[in-house]
């Protein structure tokens, strides 16, 4: 190297790294001198600032700690609010809530509409000053004062609701109260509460008060399935927002609260009770007197009577949300938001559907201790052509058939058994009904006894929890010989079948799973039965079948538009498993489901306690499933699958293949006909009684023993009263009058020689 480079040049590289490294030095120390410098100059500009003792103390430190926590307050703010704000992202956030919907039923009659329509036709000028002032003094006072949060308004509720122990006093404002209907939902959350706020700073914003008010006026929920006050006034009093008096503006002002609570066509003295509140309200802010308010107290709102318009609620709700979710696949470009939707409902079957459970509750609830049901039919495509959400949707709106979690039970079991056949099980095959453990859990029957060795078929009539547990754990075996936990790889097994039936449920690993501890909805678990006569192919639960504008085009179809059936099982094996549940109606524990000349399969289901009571089945026309508990999950009197659900069952689906083709279900046929009744020996033998439907016997109550021995004394009295009359001058006497029967009903029974029976 040093041969190679000439001395020369090695003098001239020593001396640029000298030169280099001064010039580096020389940077470095007139830098560090500058920088010293300038800070000399800064401290002595600061030092003519300088605050000293007890000054330093009161104003300077204090500052500096406002600062410091309010730099950083900032930044939580800023991110706490990106949630908010992500929900304003779209430009059309404000059309977004404009989604108008009238529904029909399968054949084109109108059943009722769903969604708010912005309706400019009344601007807020127009709306009657009371009733402006009754939702001002009712909730927000402060109103036209704050920016969007009342932060008085809200301390006041906070001191009151602590005085009070609960909740006496609302600490959202209008602006608040808005953003949640615009943008959020019901949930009560405090992540909630923090979007809320937010977006009500930035509603505040963008919108004036006025325009805040009128959006708030037209799409609050008013109970009844009606939105804005002009909607309210014309279902609970028939006219229109701009003429209601002091008294109704007064209710319409009190549902804001609580709607359903409040709704007068379901409870009118609570919603003359809160419209009291409201007329105090008035007076308590000013905006009225006592004397102004006196007439409404005196002569308070009349509603109409809606009791006998009935109305498929639940199935409304469910269709409008599977319309929400519809429309949002829609192009961008698309702007259009009133809509007409021809729905698969059945107003036959809906009706016979809610007649059933209502019948059954009202006569055998008490004694189950049951309070509530869900149901739901669907044809064998997915349309769902009846819903019952629970037995009263004035009281609650919550849908058990579509948002209620609850552990199926048996009625699990077919994908169990599914399973099994997939893996190389037939019907006939036989597995021994005897102890098995997986870890500390060792099932139970329900007899708490055994049967020995069984075929799959005897297992499933009679409803056996052994069998699927030890199923659950030789699929295990077959699918991975050498896993570790058998058990589980077969509940995994168990589990991508159930999806590719249809179930979207969380379905958690849990050894409980193959008897039906993990949770299914009503809805998907109807619907994943229609597999089974489907011959294999699942299907997608759909309310929607044709949508239009309002002008009459055509927007999207079902057929057309919608999600095709999918092969989830071999048709071979669908039809095993139809010939195999068949047995548990026609033999087996759901024998109150058998239809007079209708193939028939399905699966009864109860779980622990029994909370829990179902029946899901099949015919070749439709699917149903029906489920009885309560919503607290306290267990039933002993309630089981086979009982009142199966009976429901067999009433519903009787009505719906009234005048109805019917179908076989491929591996079953065409089933067979019930045995017919025993006819009467002889013509004079007493007439027959007719079968009762199958329930615990009626208990009569005490008040209802007082009521029929009050009503035999009035007969028997009134027997006698006529029968003295006639005797004395051959006419009835006017004494009879006083009684609680016409004059020729007491007769009638005076001459009637027939024993009564008690």
Known sequence: MRQIIPPHWKQRIRNFFLDLDARIDSSLFSSAKGIRELYERYSTFMDRFYV?????????????????????????????AIPAFRETADEDWLKKSDLAVTFLDRYGNPIGSRGIKHND???????????????????????????????????????????AGGVRQGGSSITQQLAKNLFLSNERTIERKVNEAFLAIWLEWRLTKNEILKLYLDRAYMGGGTFGVDGAAHFY??????????????????????????????????????????LDNLVDAGFMTEGQVFGARRNPAFAVDRRDEASPNYYLDYAFDEMR???????????????VVRTAIDTNVQKAAEDAVENQLRQFGRDYHATQAATVVADLDGGIRAMVGGRDYGASQFNRATDAYRQPGSSFKPYVYTTALLNGYTPNSVVVDGPVCIGNWCPQNYGHSYSGSVTLTQAITRSINV????????????????????????????????????????????PSLPIGSDEVTVLEHAVAYATFPNRGKAVTPHSVLE??????????????????????????????????MSHVVSEGTARRAALDGIPTAGKTGTTNAYRDAWFVGYTG?????????????????????????????????????????????????????????????????????????PGPPPVLTKRGADILVRVEKLLDDAAKAANKSTANDGKPSSSTSALAFPQNYAEENANTSAPRKN
């Open 52 to 80: 000293g003792r007890w000054k330093r103390w009161v104003f300077i430190e204090p500052l500096s700690e406002a600062a410091t926590l309010g730099l950083g307050g900032l930044v939580v703010m800023l991110t706490l």
């Open 547 to 580: 949508v239009r504008t309002g002008a009459g085009d055509l927007v999207w179809r079902w057929d057309r538009d919608g999600p095709k059936p999918r092969q989830a099982i071999p048709a071979s094996v669908a039809a095993d498993m139809a010939g195999m």
């Open 237 to 278: 009093f028939n006219k229109s927002a701009r003429d209601v008096t002091l008294a109704e503006a007064a209710m319409l002002a009190g549902l804001f609260k609580a709607p359903t609570k409040y709704a007068p066509h379901i409870n009118l003295p609570a919603a003359r009770a809160r419209a009291n509140v409201v």
């Open 121 to 163: 036709s009344i601007p807020l000028e127009d709306f009657p000053d009371v009733l402006i002032k009754a939702t001002l003094a009712t909730e927000d006072r402060r109103f036209y004062e704050h920016f969007g949060i009342d932060i008085a308004g809200t301390a006041r509720a906070l001191v009151t609701n602590a005085q």
């Open 325 to 339: 979710k519809l429309v949002d696949t829609f192009p961008k470009s698309y702007t259009e938001r009133v809509f």
């Open 621 to 693: 026309n439709f699917t149903c499933a029906v489920w009885y508990g309560n919503d607290d999950y306290s267990p039933t009197n002993r309630m089981t699958g086979g009982s009142l659900p199966a009976q429901t069952w067999h009433d519903i689906m009787l009505a719906a293949h009234q005048g109805v083709e019917v179908r076989e279900i491929p591996g079953i046929g065409m089933g067979q006909k019930l045995p017919p009744q025993p006819m009467a020996a002889h013509a004079s033998a007493a007439p027959k009684v007719l079968e009762t439907k």
């Open 467 to 510: 069998v699927p547990v030890k199923l659950s754990i030789e699929i295990g075996r077959k699918s991975e010989p050498k896993a570790p936990n058998p058990a589980k790889v077969g509940r995994a097994k168990i589990v991508e079948v159930a999806r590719r039936f249809g179930l979207k449920a969380p379905l958690p690993d849990t």
